[in-house]
């Protein structure tokens, strides 16, 4: 199995669309075998579904998320898990465990954001991603 995580500073990055990392974990028998860091070269929103799919992800954990970032990873057949926050290692022994809590309906929906403005930079799991 591979899971990705939205990554930032070992945290799960709270905006799916705005990651500039994923950590990519290969695991069996609920052990993580290796992990690595991946940049995702500046692609962003749906086109990440693609990426993941590239690294044939059959998890993401992450943050907020947006409407059509969820339906490309469920038309890519990459399971999610939204509305998580913290650090990233620990979340994924959480899901191998099989006790990771998440928000199935996790959305993002603040797209339009000011000048200057980053979701990391806040938290975006704390006002809108919900």
């Given at each position: 199995m591979i899971i990705a995580v939205t990554y930032e500073n070992e945290k799960i990055y709270q905006h799916f669309g705005h990651t500039a990392q994923f950590k990519v974990y290969?695991?069996?028998n609920g052990e993580v075998l290796s992990s690595q860091v991946?940049?995702?070269l500046g692609s962003g929103h749906g086109a990440l579904a693609g990426f993941?799919?590239?690294y044939h992800v059959d998890v993401l954990i992450c943050g907020g998320i947006g409407g059509g970032a969820?339906?490309?990873l469920a038309q890519a057949g990459i399971q999610l898990f939204g509305g998580v926050q913290g650090d990233a290692d620990?979340?994924?022994q959480t899901f191998l465990a099989g006790e990771l809590a998440y928000n199935p309906n996790v959305q993002c929906s603040h797209h339009a954001h000011g000048e200057g403005h980053t979701?990391?930079?806040h938290g975006c799991g704390s006002h809108s991603c919900h």
């Open positions: 290969h695991a069996e991946v940049d995702t993941l799919k590239a969820r339906m490309a620990d979340a994924v979701c990391g930079s």
